[in-house]
């Protein structure tokens, strides 16, 4: 039997977290928009969070570029942001933690090792007992199942075992890694639903394990279609997606609510950002939002 969609819960706290390795694009805005009329459509609050957690892949000026877009688009967000590069000592302390239980092990495979096990860990470093310097951290998984119902996809799980094998939380360059960051920050700034891209959608499985593990809360989730280009790829910054346009605003964020479902009448057609985020704050249903993991971009003009 799958699991239920927890219940709302109270007080709402959702977030949207940008990683600035490019600018923001349409289909961020996608995710933004929803989650931030998800928050304020029953009063919750809508934090921003800054995934600066690998510098490398960082563009110059991207954060600034990040904040201005969205005060240009009219949103508002709750207390300061949260920026991951300032977390390293919470995770660092995390990652010793289940060094030390025995739940993480190090891992010295190159790359040109691991290919063709398709992105699946065979586990050759579980019981080397290599020392944790130099070299990747990764996390011992069950062979279980693990499942959620997202409230827009639905059912989805994964056997961690057989469909992802053990995966990483700090990586060998002593960078930390997505899934362990954004469990972390996740549950430190008490943030109750995820709303984000549905391109995370089977990274979630692996939160939940890691949620458990920790004793951590587990949040509702809601993973809204992804902007698929006419060449097959996604909208977004490793495809160099043109970034959001000021002037079109208001333009913009009527696609947006379509997107998503939603149905602005003809009469905010030229309205303000502000207008029409008071418009789907007042309005939002996520029940609207299309039941698949991706949309044309051609279709949604």
């Known amino acids: 039997m799958s699991p239920a969609i927890p219940a709302p819960p109270s007080p709402y706290i959702g977030r949207f977290a940008p990683t600035p390795s490019g600018y923001l694009h349409f289909g961020s805005l996608i995710a933004a928009l929803a989650s931030y009329l998800d928050a304020r459509s029953v009063g ?88 944790p310097e130099d070299a990747a951290i990764r996390l011992r998984v069950p062979e279980l199942k693990y499942g959620f119902v997202d409230r ?61 593990l920790l004793g951590l809360p587990q949040p509702r989730y809601l993973h809204v279609p992804l902007v698929i280009q006419p060449d097959g790829h996604k909208l977004g910054k490793s495809y160099r997606s043109p970034p959001l346009p000021t002037e079109q605003a208001g333009l913009l964020l009527l696609r947006t609510l379509r997107a998503l479902g939603q149905q602005p009448p003809a009469a905010l057609a030229g309205a303000a950002p502000r207008e029409l985020l008071a418009w789907g704050t007042a309005q939002w249903d996520a029940g609207l939002i299309p039941r698949c993991r991706t949309l044309a971009e051609a279709d949604l003009h």
């Open 44 to 131: 919750g609050q809508w934090l921003l969070r800054m995934e600066d957690i690998d510098p490398p892949r960082e563009v110059p000026g991207a954060q600034a570029a990040i904040l201005q877009t969205l005060e240009n688009y009219g949103f508002e967000w709750d207390g300061p942001v949260l920026h991951q590069s300032e977390r390293h000592a919470a995770y660092a302390e995390v990652v010793e933690r289940l060094l030390n239980q025995g739940l993480a092990y190090a891992c010295t495979c190159s790359r040109k090792r691991l290919e063709g096990y398709g992105g699946i860990y065979p586990g050759f470093c579980r019981n080397a007992g290599h020392p």
């Open 152 to 212: 827009v996809q639905g059912s989805f799980a994964q056997h961690l075992g057989r469909e992802v094998g053990d995966f990483v939380i700090r990586r060998r360059d002593g960078l930390y890694a997505y899934q362990l960051a954004v469990v972390l920050d996740d549950a430190w700034q008490g943030v109750t639903d995820v709303v984000r891209g549905a391109d995370l959608l089977d990274s979630t499985p692996r939160q939940l394990y890691l949620q458990e």
